[in-house]
């Protein structure tokens, strides 16, 4: 009730809000006690007045009249008086503190063995054991890293009640997303973690959140409990550092044992991917081991269940150990194989899912015919250039390696000679699969041919892949060049060169995570954890936003007049498909793994966009990409369907079966308009297991098959250990400290923030509103209204 | 009368001020801070009982110290207990060599001469020139780029490092194509850095000059396919003839065309002075085994297309078989490790894996407080090392960035 005649006297949401904080007063008080005191006699008077002059008026009309006289002074009083309402409102925003809690599936693994007795000590304290009974020993050694650090927060609840006086104390539960915990920082009681984990750990995203959701007040520190084992998302040492900017430390409290567990596992494992037939992949494997040092293993390769190649190796603990193994690719399609190493009788049960892992090679029968124009001979075209020359999966029209042309050899020949050096012919240039223009200038693609270049994309389906430089590429071109890009660019603009920041950054865009081109990795998370750390670079085009129905790819984070600025996008440009590379620096990405990840992206894109010749898909294929995903992760599946007479089979969509998780299903997959007989759809199983993916042609046409294997959270076994490493960089990148379980308490210094008063102060006068002037209205009305109708004066 | 104030203040999180030391400071939004100005003008002492701890604290620790047997002690041995290393990781590695490695970048920048009529240089010696260059382009530094790129100040362009370097390297070039003001050595090295520098710096004169180094190398070839140290076809040993194959390698890897027979009679050459038809070994002035000249060789027949080579089994068992030591394992400890460390790189497998950890750890143990290095005691080098110590700094840091993959000479 006090609300709405607040609301009504007064259009203040302020004074409404805190209505507990709300005080009347009179501005002139004198005013109102002189007022009233004044009333009594002068009430008096019109009473005795009204009663001689109106002596032939019933009694209670004569009262009421003489009311209304007095409801009117008396309100003219009230008025005069000056009355108000104010609110004295006082708010204290405290600094917050945020405490990351990492619930993923590696949190599931034991805690223990704590070997040390000095360790064992620590943790059992921080625990809140009193005694370091066996029982006590027995639980610590079993306790998984999750519920240790439910215990340590439990055991230091007085400590965080405390920290709760002066910081506003937030909890947070983060895996592979993050929620805020609904719990009382005056009484943290901290939910049990759940079981099982999330299926990755994305400590940058939960690092970017903490900051965000604080930015309304100072930021007093992050309290980091975890493993230390990231397997997606945001560079966390990037977000460390945001968080060092905004002053605001971070703290990392690793848990678990510093003692490293007995294990042998596959830590990475890379293949070229795309052969032909008749040549020897390899595959490279990297091997850690801890705790088996001297201990002879055999490695082995295995396509279904044959072994097709191994290799012996004695282990060795101090760095991790590289060898290949080698398929010879003797028959076109997919093949999926497994890198397994046998487990040790030492290694505990739920550490031997990383003695293996998958490897998938495509073996084509087919050569990509590419052509590639360059201008200087940076870098990036020395690495490539040889690359593609050890591809046997790539050719020239007639050579055996691709067509390559290098413009300062160009000007070297006689005028003849250079311009019959590039194809002139459409059908010519129409046969390569693939064309790449490096930064060449437009001297040697001039015109007439880019004009050819542009008919042999859209009308014959031509791939294009466009590598940028400062030298003229594309910005020294015209139209008919920018209108094929998925990008538009400041035209003239030769670039970009870092201002501000010391370099440029590289950002996977939402659809380069399952792009073909992009994918280093089959689980999405590492896939974006190693695009995240690649090495920075220092010079980008000067591209602006994506063409329109273009895919952005890649991004430089730096925000431009439209957004991020695309670094790498995709479009389709009538039949072709078109690829940009706004950088001339992927040489960069060779960093410490030589052509592992550069050569990845620039095969798999040669391909990517490669004219697909439907005549010579002999019969039908199906592919699933990732080959490996999480229950949940989507899945692309794309199909080649040809009938057994090896023309493409046409329809708007065709299904195929899907069998694994205990379950057979169809699934629809939708025709590429572009490319007779290719049909593409999505995945996304829900159970883990081994998935085939069949297509039977029509007729009596042989079935395709592919897999796919789901698995839940494998990428967080694959490293077991607590990684106190990456923990005490983080911590020290975002300016603070790691520090052990039992220490937290000695953080209470090192938080520093400063509390936000809000003081609100607001008056407000109550005469001056519809309702006074309404009742005075009223009452005259009433006053005038009834002596009329007695017919007095 | 109606009025709204809004108020904040930031405090810290002891006890309140009093508020008569509270300013006031008025911004458009109608808000208004407090600003605790005496705290602004006269910093909080630390409260007496504070200090009053610390002494206490000084003195119990110092007592604690002094007693003898005491539980500090028990705890100091437990500390010691040694625990395992997580394996080293790739990228373990990575960071540890990149943060030894641009330090040393950082003492090499500061040993550039930057005015006068030597700007660019480090020394007279174009051999050292070219590594310096060359060690910076190893960490992936390019012409006008990254942290000693070219700086715009005021629209007037300041070159960088490599900038200055290139320009001091080609005002010295002669007509003739030779890079060197003495040996076949500078000449070598010097073009390819050159050689490295091409295509990543659109200078027109780079490219010329290159052109010509490089003809001026395939003229000087002797007839037993060999160089030496004069730019003439007369005589050759190994030492010269790596540098010079290097240098082709990498001009012809920038498009810049080799006769095939240069290439040819330069595996002829290096194929002669192995110790036997499967080595073990390869000699400086013919057939033989020096710690030297036999990584030299392999590297040689590695880069002219001859990894599988038959004489070069034995002659890596012989290389990787040498000490890692300091001193020892060979005279010229630099030159040595620059082409042992390449020559076991294009190999890879078990060379690769058992040499590199020993030659990395050895030499990030070595490096000076001032990110440079010298040359071991005793070294054949030490009339190498001059008043700064750019020759050896220069080669420890292109030994250990072969792990960055970066320099296109080093691909395998």
């Given at each position: 009730?006090?609300?709405?005649?607040?609301?009504?006297?007064?259009?203040?949401?302020?004074?409404?809000?805190?209505?507990?904080?709300?005080?009347?007063?009179?501005?002139?008080?004198?005013?109102?006690?002189?007022?009233?005191?004044?009333?009594?006699?002068?009430?008096?008077?019109?009473?005795?007045?009204?009663?001689?002059?109106?002596?032939?008026?019933?009694?209670?009309?004569?009262?009421?009249?003489?009311?209304?006289?007095?409801?009117?002074?008396?309100?003219?009083?009230?008025?005069?008086?000056?009355?108000?309402?104010?609110?004295?409102?006082?708010?204290?925003?405290?600094?917050?503190?945020?405490?990351?809690?990492?619930?993923?599936?590696?949190?599931?693994?034991?805690?223990?063995?704590?070997?040390?007795?000095?360790?064992?000590?620590?943790?059992?304290?921080?625990?809140?054991?009193?005694?370091?009974?066996?029982?006590?020993?027995?639980?610590?050694?079993?306790?998984?890293?999750?519920?240790?650090?439910?215990?340590?927060?439990?055991?230091?609840?007085?400590?965080?009640?405390?920290?709760?006086?002066?910081?506003?104390?937030?909890?947070?539960?983060?895996?592979?997303?993050?929620?805020?915990?609904?719990?009382?920082?005056?009484?943290?009681?901290?939910?049990?973690?759940?079981?099982?984990?999330?299926?990755?750990?994305?400590?940058?995203?939960?690092?970017?959140?903490?900051?965000?959701?604080?930015?309304?007040?100072?930021?007093?520190?992050?309290?980091?409990?975890?493993?230390?084992?990231?397997?997606?998302?945001?560079?966390?040492?990037?977000?460390?550092?945001?968080?060092?900017?905004?002053?605001?430390?971070?703290?990392?409290?690793?848990?678990?044992?510093?003692?490293?567990?007995?294990?042998?596992?596959?830590?990475?494992?890379?293949?070229?991917?795309?052969?032909?037939?008749?040549?020897?992949?390899?595959?490279?494997?990297?091997?850690?081991?801890?705790?088996?040092?001297?201990?002879?293993?055999?490695?082995?390769?295995?396509?279904?269940?044959?072994?097709?190649?191994?290799?012996?190796?004695?282990?060795?603990?101090?760095?991790?150990?590289?060898?290949?193994?080698?398929?010879?690719?003797?028959?076109?399609?997919?093949?999926?194989?497994?890198?397994?190493?046998?487990?040790?009788?030492?290694?505990?049960?739920?550490?031997?899912?990383?003695?293996?892992?998958?490897?998938?090679?495509?073996?084509?029968?087919?050569?990509?015919?590419?052509?590639?124009?360059?201008?200087?001979?940076?870098?990036?075209?020395?690495?490539?250039?040889?690359?593609?020359?050890?591809?046997?999966?790539?050719?020239?029209?007639?050579?055996?390696?691709?067509?390559?042309?290098?413009?300062?050899?160009?000007?070297?020949?006689?005028?003849?000679?250079?311009?019959?050096?590039?194809?002139?012919?459409?059908?010519?240039?129409?046969?390569?699969?693939?064309?790449?223009?490096?930064?060449?200038?437009?001297?040697?693609?001039?015109?007439?041919?880019?004009?050819?270049?542009?008919?042999?994309?859209?009308?014959?389906?031509?791939?294009?892949?466009?590598?940028?430089?400062?030298?003229?590429?594309?910005?020294s071109y015209g139209d008919k060049l920018h209108e094929l890009l998925p990008v538009r660019l400041r035209r003239g603009v030769a670039?970009?060169?870092?201002?501000?920041?010391?370099?440029?950054?590289?950002?996977?865009?939402?659809?380069?995570?399952?792009?073909?081109?992009?994918?280093?990795?089959?689980?999405?998370?590492?896939?974006?954890?190693?695009?995240?750390?690649?090495?920075?670079?220092?010079?980008?085009?000067?591209?602006?936003?994506?063409?329109?129905?273009?895919?952005?790819?890649?991004?430089?984070?730096?925000?431009?007049?439209?957004?991020?600025?695309?670094?790498?996008?995709?479009?389709?440009?009538?039949?072709?498909?078109?690829?940009?590379?706004?950088?001339?620096?992927?040489?960069?990405?060779?960093?410490?793994?030589?052509?592992?990840?550069?050569?990845?992206f620039w095969g798999q894109s040669i391909r990517a966009v490669a004219r697909r010749d439907p005549k010579l898909a002999k019969k039908?294929?199906?592919?699933?990409?990732?080959?490996?995903?999480?229950?949940?992760?989507?899945?692309?599946?794309?199909?080649?369907?040809?009938?057994?007479?090896?023309?493409?089979?046409?329809?708007?969509?065709?299904?195929?079966?899907?069998?694994?998780?205990?379950?057979?299903?169809?699934?629809?997959?939708?025709?590429?308009?572009?490319?007779?007989?290719?049909?593409?759809?999505?995945?996304?199983?829900?159970?883990?297991?081994?998935?085939?993916?069949?297509?039977?042609?029509?007729?009596?046409?042989?079935?395709?098959?592919?897999?796919?294997?789901?698995?839940?959270?494998?990428?967080?076994?694959?490293?077991?250990?607590?990684?106190?490493?990456?923990?005490?960089?983080?911590?020290?990148?975002?300016?603070?400290?790691?520090?052990?379980?039992?220490?937290?308490?000695?953080?209470?210094?090192?938080?520093?923030?400063?509390?936000?008063?809000?003081?609100?102060?607001?008056?407000?006068?109550?005469?001056?509103?519809?309702?006074?002037?309404?009742?005075?209205?009223?009452?005259?009305?009433?006053?005038?209204?009834?002596?009329?109708?007695?017919?007095?004066? | 009368?109606?009025?709204?104030?809004?108020?904040?203040?930031?405090?810290?999180?002891?006890?309140?001020?009093?508020?008569?030391?509270?300013?006031?400071?008025?911004?458009?939004?109608?808000?208004?801070?407090?600003?605790?100005?005496?705290?602004?003008?006269?910093?909080?002492?630390?409260?007496?009982?504070?200090?009053?701890?610390?002494?206490?604290?000084?003195?119990?620790?110092?007592?604690?110290?002094?007693?003898?047997?005491?539980?500090?002690?028990?705890?100091?041995?437990?500390?010691?207990?040694?625990?395992?290393?997580?394996?080293?990781?790739?990228?373990?590695?990575?960071?540890?060599?990149?943060?030894?490695?641009?330090?040393?970048?950082?003492?090499?920048?500061?040993?550039?001469?930057?005015?006068?009529?030597?700007?660019?240089?480090?020394?007279?010696?174009?051999?050292?020139?070219?590594?310096?260059?060359?060690?910076?382009?190893?960490?992936?530094?390019?012409?006008?780029?990254?942290?000693?790129?070219?700086?715009?100040?005021?629209?007037?362009?300041?070159?960088?490092?490599?900038?200055?370097?290139?320009?001091?390297?080609?005002?010295?070039?002669?007509?003739?194509?030779?890079?060197?003001?003495?040996?076949?050595?500078?000449?070598?090295?010097?073009?390819?850095?050159?050689?490295?520098?091409?295509?990543?710096?659109?200078?027109?004169?780079?490219?010329?000059?290159?052109?010509?180094?490089?003809?001026?190398?395939?003229?000087?070839?002797?007839?037993?396919?060999?160089?030496?140290?004069?730019?003439?076809?007369?005589?050759?040993?190994?030492?010269?003839?790596?540098?010079?194959?290097?240098?082709?390698?990498?001009?012809?890897?920038?498009?810049?065309?080799?006769?095939?027979?240069?290439?040819q009679n330069a595996v002829r050459y290096v194929q002669s002075c192995a110790t036997g038809p499967k080595g073990p070994g390869f000699?400086?002035?013919?057939?033989?085994?020096?710690?030297?000249?036999?990584?030299?060789?392999?590297?040689?027949?590695?880069?002219?297309?001859?990894?599988?080579?038959?004489?070069?089994?034995?002659?890596?068992?012989?290389?990787?078989?040498?000490?890692?030591?300091?001193?020892?394992?060979?005279?010229?400890?630099?030159?040595?490790?620059?082409?042992?460390?390449?020559?076991?790189?294009?190999?890879?497998?078990?060379?690769?894996?058992?040499?590199?950890?020993?030659?990395?750890?050895?030499?990030?143990?070595?490096?000076?407080?001032?990110?440079?290095?010298?040359?071991?005691?005793?070294?054949?080098?030490?009339?190498?090392?001059?008043?700064?110590?750019?020759?050896?700094?220069?080669?420890?840091?292109?030994?250990?960035?072969?792990?960055?993959?970066?320099?296109?000479?080093?691909?395998?």
């Amino acid at each position: 009730m006090l609300s709405w005649l607040l609301r009504q006297l007064s259009d203040t949401e302020q004074l409404v809000e805190h209505i507990d904080e709300v005080q009347f007063d009179f501005q002139y008080r004198w005013v109102l006690i002189v007022g009233l005191v004044l009333l009594v006699p002068v009430g008096a008077w019109i009473f005795l007045r009204q009663r001689r002059n109106l002596a032939t008026v019933p009694p209670k009309l004569r009262i009421t009249l003489s009311l209304t006289r007095i409801t009117i002074l008396a309100l003219l009083v009230l008025a005069l008086a000056g009355p108000f309402v104010r609110l004295d409102h006082h708010d204290e925003k405290k600094p917050v503190v945020a405490v990351l809690l990492d619930h993923s599936q590696s949190m599931q693994l034991p805690a223990g063995p704590f070997e040390s007795e000095a360790e064992l000590g620590n943790v059992a304290k921080a625990a809140g054991y009193r005694t370091l009974d066996s029982s006590a020993r027995l639980a610590l050694n079993r306790i998984t890293r999750a519920k240790l650090t439910h215990s340590t927060l439990q055991a230091a609840r007085p400590f965080l009640e405390a920290l709760s006086q002066r910081f506003d104390v937030r909890y947070y539960s983060f895996a592979q997303d993050m929620t805020r915990l609904g719990i009382d920082p005056g009484h943290p009681d901290l939910p049990e973690p759940p079981n099982p984990g999330g299926p990755a750990t994305d400590t940058g995203s939960a690092l970017h959140h903490a900051v965000e959701d604080a930015s309304d007040r100072d930021l007093a520190g992050i309290l980091l409990f975890s493993d230390g084992q990231n397997t997606g998302g945001r560079s966390p040492v990037e977000e460390a550092r945001q968080s060092a900017a905004k002053n605001a430390p971070l703290f990392a409290f690793p848990v678990g044992s510093s003692q490293l567990l007995q294990d042998v596992r596959i830590a990475d494992l890379f293949t070229t991917g795309l052969v032909s037939v008749g040549d020897t992949a390899r595959v490279a494997v990297t091997i850690e081991s801890t705790g088996f040092d001297n201990r002879p293993v055999k490695v082995e390769l295995r396509e279904n269940d044959k072994v097709i190649d191994s290799k012996d190796l004695v282990l060795r603990g101090t760095e991790q150990q590289q060898l290949d193994l080698t398929f010879k690719a003797e028959k076109a399609g997919a093949h999926y194989l497994t890198v397994h190493v046998p487990p040790q009788p030492e290694e505990a049960e739920y550490l031997r899912g990383n003695n293996t892992d998958i490897a998938f090679i495509r073996v084509s029968e087919e050569k990509v015919k590419v052509l590639y124009v360059e201008g200087l001979p940076r870098w990036d075209f020395r690495f490539l250039k040889n690359a593609m020359k050890r591809d046997h999966g790539l050719g020239g029209l007639a050579a055996k390696e691709p067509d390559i042309h290098l413009e300062p050899e160009w000007r070297r020949l006689a005028e003849a000679a250079r311009f019959a050096a590039l194809p002139r012919k459409l059908d010519q240039l129409a046969e390569y699969h693939t064309i790449l223009l490096g930064d060449v200038s437009p001297k040697m693609l001039d015109a007439p041919f880019v004009d050819l270049v542009d008919k042999a994309v859209r009308e014959r389906g031509v791939g294009l892949i466009v590598a940028a430089g400062p030298l003229a590429m594309p910005h020294s071109y015209g139209d008919k060049l920018h209108e094929l890009l998925p990008v538009r660019l400041r035209r003239g603009v030769a670039g970009r060169l870092p201002k501000g920041v010391p370099s440029f950054r590289l950002e996977l865009a939402p659809e380069g995570v399952l792009n073909e081109a992009m994918r280093f990795h089959e689980e999405p998370g590492r896939n974006q954890n190693t695009w995240a750390n690649l090495a920075p670079y220092y010079w980008c085009a000067a591209t602006e936003r994506a063409a329109p129905a273009a895919s952005v790819l890649a991004y430089n984070p730096i925000i431009g007049p439209y957004g991020k600025l695309p670094l790498i996008a995709q479009h389709y440009a009538g039949k072709g498909r078109v690829l940009f590379v706004g950088t001339d620096e992927t040489f960069r990405w060779r960093r410490n793994v030589g052509d592992r990840f550069f050569y990845t992206f620039w095969g798999q894109s040669i391909r990517a966009v490669a004219r697909r010749d439907p005549k010579l898909a002999k019969k039908s294929w199906v592919e699933v990409r990732p080959v490996r995903c999480q229950p949940g992760e989507q899945a692309q599946v794309e199909l080649m369907a040809v009938t057994p007479e090896g023309a493409p089979v046409l329809a708007e969509e065709v299904e195929v079966q899907v069998q694994g998780g205990g379950e057979l299903s169809r699934l629809k997959l939708a025709a590429d308009p572009a490319v007779k007989g290719r049909y593409l759809g999505k995945l996304a199983p829900k159970t883990p297991g081994d998935y085939r993916v069949t297509y039977t042609p029509p007729g009596k046409g042989e079935p395709a098959e592919a897999r796919l294997r789901v698995e839940t959270s494998p990428a967080e076994l694959r490293q077991p250990n607590v990684n106190r490493d990456a923990l005490r960089l983080l911590a020290k990148e975002g300016g603070g400290e790691m520090f052990e379980l039992h220490e937290l308490a000695s953080i209470k210094d090192r938080l520093q923030g400063k509390s936000r008063y809000l003081e609100m102060h607001s008056e407000k006068t109550l005469w001056d509103n519809g309702w006074l002037l309404g009742l005075l209205i009223f009452l005259y009305s009433l006053d005038v209204g009834l002596r009329r109708l007695l017919g007095l004066s | 009368m109606n009025e709204t104030r809004n108020t904040t203040a930031d405090a810290d999180t002891s006890p309140p001020r009093q508020r008569e030391d509270v300013g006031r400071i008025s911004n458009p939004s109608g808000l208004h801070e407090r600003t605790d100005w005496k705290s602004v003008l006269h910093p909080p002492r630390v409260p007496r009982l504070r200090v009053g701890l610390m002494i206490a604290a000084i003195v119990l620790a110092a007592w604690m110290l002094l007693l003898p047997g005491g539980p500090r002690r028990e705890e100091a041995a437990q500390a010691q207990e040694v625990k395992p290393a997580a394996p080293l990781t790739e990228l373990g590695i990575v960071e540890e060599v990149r943060k030894k490695t641009d330090k040393a970048l950082d003492y090499l920048e500061s040993k550039q001469i930057k005015e006068g009529a030597e700007a660019g240089s480090w020394s007279t010696n174009q051999a050292f020139n070219g590594l310096t260059l060359l060690a910076f382009m190893s960490a992936g530094h390019v012409p006008g780029r990254g942290k000693y790129g070219d700086i715009i100040e005021k629209g007037v362009v300041k070159p960088g490092v490599l900038t200055r370097g290139k320009k001091y390297m080609l005002s010295k070039a002669q007509p003739t194509g030779y890079v060197s003001s003495g040996t076949m050595y500078e000449h070598g090295l010097a073009t390819l850095a050159l050689a490295e520098m091409y295509g990543m710096d659109p200078d027109p004169d780079l490219e010329d000059k290159l052109r010509k180094a490089i003809e001026l190398i395939v003229k000087c070839q002797s007839p037993a396919g060999g160089w030496r140290y004069s730019p003439a076809p007369v005589d050759q040993d190994m030492s010269v003839t790596v540098m010079q194959i290097v240098a082709l390698r990498a001009a012809n890897n920038a498009g810049i065309p080799v006769p095939e027979k240069t290439f040819q009679n330069a595996v002829r050459y290096v194929q002669s002075c192995a110790t036997g038809p499967k080595g073990p070994g390869f000699g400086y002035a013919g057939a033989g085994a020096g710690p030297q000249t036999t990584p030299a060789g392999i590297l040689s027949l590695q880069l002219l297309g001859h990894p599988e080579d038959e004489r070069l089994p034995a002659s890596l068992d012989y290389l990787t078989a040498l000490p890692v030591a300091w001193p020892g394992g060979a005279q010229y400890f630099f030159y040595h490790h620059y082409y042992a460390i390449q020559a076991t790189y294009q190999a890879g497998g078990k060379y690769w894996n058992g040499w590199h950890p020993k030659v990395r750890e050895l030499l990030l143990s070595k490096q000076g407080p001032d990110g440079s290095w010298d040359v071991p005691p005793g070294s054949s080098e030490a009339g190498l090392v001059q008043p700064n110590k750019v020759y050896p700094t220069a080669m420890a840091t292109l030994i250990l960035n072969i792990y960055l993959h970066y320099l296109p000479a080093y691909q395998r």
